[in-house]
């Protein structure tokens, strides 16, 4: 199975609301990292929180890790119809970045 | 300045066919990746060099045979295509190797095979 795991796998909000995403992992962690994805692009890195770290701040975005649940969440605040993507995280560990299944962020203008 | 390029964007093919996707960055980088995405959107590494040297091989069927030149370039050649082969091939690279790095990606090669 995939080591993180985002809930939930789909998201419908008006623009304007907060969108908040969550990603469940197995094993440690060095470090934790949110991934966007647009239709038929690429992955494009939004934010890396390290182990040590439990919150931080990129804009309108906001990830919080808590290394002791095996968790992460990250708040998309104010959302506009652009951030309609799918969002991913990846854990690393090792020599290695291992991704989610992603959530599918849909925002209503 | 596209900074990690594939090509082709899009390939289809026949089962039983030989293709090559060729990836290329201009960052400057150590480490390039290949992974598959699938229909449900999971994203697998299957390949790994850092340096030209191969560094993470996931398990993949010896059909797909990946050729790093030189390390701003990974291309990989796949033989004999089955149906379970239709994906979205993505290229990445990054500074360097492990898992502590921002990884930039490609735009993707849409393999469909018929």
């Known amino acids: 199975s995939q080591q993180g795991e985002e809930d939930p796998q789909a998201l419908s909000i008006q623009e304007g609301e907060n969108a908040t995403m969550n990603c469940s992992y197995k094993t440690s962690i060095n470090n934790l990292q949110w991934y966007r994805q647009n239709s038929g692009r690429g992955l494009v890195h939004l934010i890396l929180i390290r182990s040590n770290e439990r919150e931080k701040h990129s804009g309108r975005l906001r990830v919080t890790l808590d290394t002791s649940k095996k968790s992460s969440s990250l708040l998309i605040t104010a959302s506009r119809a652009a951030d309609t993507a799918s969002y991913f995280c990846a854990t690393g560990a090792g020599n290695m970045l291992t991704f989610g299944g992603g959530t599918r962020l849909m925002v209503k203008p | 300045d596209t900074a990690v390029s594939q090509t082709p964007k899009y390939l289809v093919t026949q089962m039983g066919n030989d293709k090559s996707i060729k990836c290329e960055q201009n960052l400057g980088h150590d480490t390039m990746y290949w992974y598959k995405q699938d229909s449900k959107k999971f994203l697998k590494i299957m390949f790994s060099?850092?340096?030209?040297?191969l560094i993470i091989n996931e398990t993949v069927p010896n059909r797909f045979s990946p050729k790093s030149p030189d390390k701003a370039h990974l291309n990989l050649h796949i033989n004999s295509l089955e149906l379970g082969d239709s994906a979205v091939y993505f290229c990445a690279s990054s500074q360097d190797w492990g898992g502590g790095n921002e990884q930039f990606f490609g735009p993707g090669t849409r393999l469909t095979v018929l």
């Open positions: 060099y850092n340096n030209k040297e």
